[in-house]
Structure formats: C-alpha cells, structure tokens
C-alpha cells in the first residue's frame, strides 16, 4: 500500500472532486463532506510519506502507467516535496473546514462546482509539487489557474475585474513556463527532471538553454508576483471572498516559490543558477525592492485584506531573495519560510474571514473593540501577527533568523536591512491594529441602541458588552492554525535538521 | 507606461529569435528531440501497446497520466463557467405565445402555458422564426455528424482522430441542433443536469479505469491490469485500456462543451438565448 502513496494523494481528491460536483446536483449538503473526507484522506497521505521519507531517507519513485523514466511519467517525493506536501494538504483541509457557513452562506445552489473546484485546486498543487516531469507541472499548473480564476472571480463585485487581470498575467506566466520547457525540449530532447539534471552540465554553455531557464523563471515570478509584476495580487487576493482567499492566498505564491527550487535546483542545478550564471545578485537585488516595497505598501492600507496581500509579496521577496543567496542558510531559510509562512497566510487570512463575518466590514475601523468581544479571536490573531513581525518563539522569527544568517554570510547586508526594516513596518503596522481594537471604544452599535430602548428584553446593559465569539466551527481550526505556528517554532530546529538538510544538493554550502 | 509595455514585448519577441537560432534544424533527424526518445516509441509502440498510431499510444499510455489532467482542465473550463455565470431564472410576469394555425401573438401572465403543446410557441425577445430550410437541413445533417463523431473516437488507434477530437464534433453536433433550432429546444434533449454529469462521468471514466488498475494491484493508469476484465492478453488490455479512456474524453468534451455553450449563449439564465 506504501508503494500507492504517491498517486493515492492525487487520484483521492480528483476522484472525490468529481463525485462532489455530482453530488451538488441531489443534495446541497454532500459535497462539502465529500471534499472535508478527501482533503483529510490526502493530508493522511502525505504525512505517511514524511514519515516514510523520513525514516528511509530515499525519495520515493512512482511510475504513472507503469512507464519508466522518461518515456512515462514519474513522480518523485523527496524530502522538500514530502514536507511541502504536507503544507498544502493541511492548510487546504483547514481551511474549508473553518469555511463552512461562509460557503453555506455564499453558494446556496453551487456547493458542487465550488467545493469540487477546491478540491481540484489542492489536488492541481499537490501534483505540481510531486511531479518529476517538467511537462506535467504545466498541465497541473493549469488546472491550478483555472480553478483558482474561478474561485476568485466570484467574490465581490469588482472581484470579476480583479479576476480578468490575474488572468491575463497568470497566463502570460504560465505560457512563459512552456515555452521554457519547450526550449528544454529542443535542446535535450527530454521532460524527465531527473534526466533533465544530467543532461544540463554538458549544455552549460547552449544559449536555447540559458533562454530556457530565464523565460521559466521570469514565468514564475510573473506567477508568485515578485516586484514589476506584482500587480494582479492585491485586487485578485482581498476581492475574493473569504473561503477562497483562505486557499489561495497561503498556497499560491508558496507553492510557486517551491517550483523555482526544484527549477533551479533539480532541473538546471545549483552550479547552473549560481555559479555558472552570474544573475544571483539582480534577483536578490529584485527581491530587496519587493520587500521595501510591499512593506511601504501595506503601511499605506486602510482595508486589512488589502494590508495582508501586500504583506505576501513582501514575504514572496523574503523567499526569493533568500533562495538566490545561494548559499546553504539562505536556502534552508527560504524553504523553512515556505512552511512557515503559509501557516502565518492561513492564520491571517482565517482571522480576516472572522473579522468580515462578524463585523461585516474590511476596513480597520471596522476592528474596534474587538479584543473584548471576541478575546479568542484576537489571542489567535495577535499570535499570528507576531509571528510575521518576528517575535520567538513564533516561528516567524526562526526562518527569519536564518534568511538574516544567509544574508550576513553571503554579505549581501541590503538583504538583511531589507528584512530587519520589513519586520519593524509589520509591527508598525500590526500594533495599529492592535491599539484600535483594544483601545477604541465601540461605535454607537446595535448592542448600545438595544440597551437603551426596550430594557425588558435586553441581557445587555449600557456600557458593559457580553463576549460574541465567532462560531466554533470557524474558532477551531482558525486556532489550530495558530497553535501551529507556535509548534512550528518550537520545531524549527528539528525540521531543519531532519527534513530541508536533505532537500539541499549537498554541493550546495 | 504604454511605451513601456510595447518595449517589453519587442525585447521578448527579439529573445526569443536570436535565441531560436539556435535550433537545430527544422525536421533535423540528428536533433536531440529526434535522437533521444523517439527512436523507442517510433520501435516498441507495436509491442508494448498493440496500437500502430503511436500518437494516440504516447497521449493515451505512456503519457495518460498528463491527459486524464487535460481532460480534467477541460471539466474544470466548465464548472468555472458555471460557477461564475449561472444564475436563477427570475420569476417572469408576462410571457408572449404564438398561436401557430393563425399567427396571433397572445400575452400570458404567469406561466399559464399548456405544456407540451404544438399550436402554442414561446417567443423570446430576440425571437425570430424557425427558418424552414435550415431547421431541416439542420435535422438531416445532425446524425451523420454524430455518427462521423463516433468513427473519430473509435478510430483513433489507427488513423488521426481520439477521444478530443470526436467529443469536439459531438459537442458541436448539439451546438448547431441548439443554433437551428433554439435553446429551449436543446434544452428540452439535453438538459444542464445530464450536461453536468456526463462531464463529470467522462473524466470518472477516465481517472476510475486509472484507479481499477490500483485495485488490481498494480500501478495507476497501467491498463495492462485489466487484462482478466478487457479480455486479451497484457498487450491487448493496453490497447483496449486506451479505448476505454478515449471514450472517457470524448463524453467529458462533449457534454463541457453543451455545458459551456448553454451557459455562455444564454448568459447563465438558460431561458432565453441563441
């Protein structure tokens, strides 16, 4: 059964997608548990395959159809997928769990179509992450764009707008990423990513190569919105509806970061991207401008989800920069924030959906008084936030520490000033939030106006509020997600150690 | 900004020549493209598949893996469209009939209509009348394309042609009986619900053959399992496995390709339209 693991994660959720847009059609309550048991059946998986990973330290093979190598297509879970793996199947089953009554509440008559496209997505990132195949990425990068411009595009009324500009950019990366691989082919005459790393040293010096790796990766950055291309994120992101940005907003960018590694690693090798090419230094250089720039961004928000994207592409600058230091810190760092960060996204994002859903409102203002009203709610978020400021032991703070060792190591100190002036606008930023939820007192709100009008009725009196927490099925996993970030933290040294040291080539540094 | 965007485009377009130079030459047997992989699928095809269209054998076997996806993106294409642009019918006031033995326009309220009735036709607002000429040629037409639809499916282990390209010309087969006639009237043959879920049930063909073999015990997508249910031998099931999976896409494209059209020709209302 072990050997059926790595098609077992993806066969599971495409299966139970199409069953679950079925079953919309009789029944408006199936489909939403069909999806809940898939994600957990998939997340299941791929925490046996960790362990299994783990224990044998070899990458476990699976050969699609029964084809070997290149012919066929061959997944691969080695230890960076294995863990990213895990990341994308917990985060997506948390989130749809916590989402609920809001889906309830937004699909009425489409709980199918919704619930299946969600599951289509996650399974679209899990195989994007457990591809050997540079050809197959696509296929399911596609899968991933489609149904991700679906869910985005039935948010708010300027969402369908918003949704049209992700698309043109999202296409225009994707199509970058295939002619890259097109150009890989000519040159090889090969798709196999394992095959691809053997062939790459001896083409070192092939213009079609260089072409092919510049074009995948400019493709990629267009698709993880790294700084001149950034533009789609914000509006596609905070337009979305909640359930929706839940998923995307923490795996999107996390994942597109995770195939740059396994581009630039795997498939064109770490000699290739960082010694042979001399463009290490313009990328870091690139991602120090995202950092300023998404930081300065959000300073300038007065709606929060608007705030949180552009906190993602600062962080998106955080990951990039660190992987192109080159060195063994940077790298370490840049994966350990891939796992970290999609759980500060998650948090944050399932906060913000707890916001709207009690207040009705997205704007900061709309925060006042809330540490009294619902304290749970704003334990968790106040940990999340501080885990994206960098305060130990969150585990925001620890792949920081190793991105600002990275830095300091290479000596690129823009880096590391970059990440040190980004820390303290996030807690600028964070702070504010805080002081007008604590501080401020309430607005004129119903529970005032009920309070001096019929007083017979009333449980409440003036002045004084009961606790309106949000509903269990929301609190729970939203601090789930939070507690995780304190055992990420606490962790984050054996995750290193057991886990990303084996996911770097050992010629790495 | 304009100048800007129009430079990036000129930059890539310029790349992407100098960089194409260099190719090796075009239909060059010494490529590496022609060196390295074809040479084995252009030899064992035959012996690993039993299917002489080796097009078909690379897209539906040892690369099936990357068409059960494509065909899950073309579902994906249709749930999307339906996701974002169905809406419910609004509760109409008034509606317009056509008395057909006299012509007279008669106006409804409600929706008192005798159902199923021959004398009485709805008229839209973008109503025109049946054309005589075209809604009949339209009829005769129809079955050939559909039975040309089903040679194109079940030809593809020989000759150009599979499960995409025969659940095109299905798809449109009902697409131009939709435009000859009305909406109403394809709707009426070939609801949303059964568009719905032959789509789903196409890709369940496809990824449920792949899943079967898992049950047998081997691995996903190998069709060479189902030997004991497809008859044959290992060889045999392979090229029956493709068949199957084949008529798989082409329901799927047929009925994403209905769902689509009614959804985008009658902007989601799916009352009124072409």
Known sequence: MTRHLPALIIVIPLLSALVTSGSGWFNQKAPFRIAVSALLLSLLCAVLMLIQVVTTGIAMEYRMAGWAGPMGIVYVIDHLSAIVLVVITSVSCLNLVAQRKNIHAEFKDKQGAFNALYVLFTAGLIGMTATGDAFNLYVLLEIVSLSGYALIGLGNTRAPLATLNYLFLGTIGATFYLLGVGYLYIATGTLNMAELTTMIPKLMDSGVILFAFIICVTGLFVKMALFPVHGWLPDAYSQATPAAAGLIAPLTTKVTVYILIRICMTVFTPEYTFDHLDISGFIVLVAVVTIVFGSLSALAQKNVKKMLTYIIIAEVGYMVGGFFLGNRLGISGAILHIINDAAMTLALFLAAGIFIWKTGGESRSDLKGLFAKMPFTMAGFVLAALSVVGVPPTCGFFSKWYLISGGVQAGNYLFVAALIFSSLVNAVLFFRLFEIAYFEPFGEDEDHAHGHGNSHGSHHHVGALAIKEAPLDMLVPFLAACMALIVLGLYSGTIITNIIQFAIPTGVI | ?274
């Open chain 2, 1 to 274: 900004m304009k100048i800007l965007g129009k430079l990036t485009i000129l930059l890539c377009g310029v790349l992407l020549m100098v960089f194409a130079m260099e190719f090796p030459n075009w239909g060059d047997p010494e490529s590496p493209a022609s060196t390295h992989l074809s040479p084995y699928f252009i030899q064992h095809t035959m012996e690993d598949t039993a299917v002489p269209n080796i097009v078909t054998s690379v897209l539906a076997d040892y690369r099936g893996y990357d068409t059960m996806f494509e065909t899950t993106v073309i579902l994906t294409a249709g749930l999307a469209c339906f996701l974002l642009l169905r809406i419910e019918r609004k509760k109409i006031p008034h509606r317009y009939y056509r008395h057909e033995p006299t012509g007279v326009t008669l106006r409804m309220e409600g929706e008192k209509y005798p159902k199923n009735s021959a004398v009485f036709q709805r008229m839209d607002a973008n109503w025109v009348p049946y054309d005589f000429v075209i809604s009949r040629t339209c009829r005769l037409i129809i079955p050939f394309i559909q039975i040309f639809a089903l040679y194109v499916v079940a030809h593809g282990h020989h000759s150009p042609g599979g499960g995409f390209q025969g659940g095109v010309i299905m798809g449109a087969s009902v697409i131009l009986f939709a435009i000859s006639h009305n909406l109403r009237t394809s709707i009426k043959n070939f609801s949303e619900k059964t568009a719905a879920l032959f789509s789903v049930t196409g890709v369940f063909i496809y990824a449920g053959t792949g899943a079967l073999c898992l049950l047998f015990g081997e691995v996903f997508l190998n069709y060479s399992a189902l030997a004991p249910i497809l008859g044959g031998d290992r060889v045999m099931a392979r090229s029956h496995g493709i068949l199957v999976v084949e008529i798989g896409v082409a329901v799927a494209v047929t009925a994403v390709m209905i769902w689509i059209y009614y959804n985008l020709s009658s902007a989601g209302k799916q009352d009124e339209g072409l």
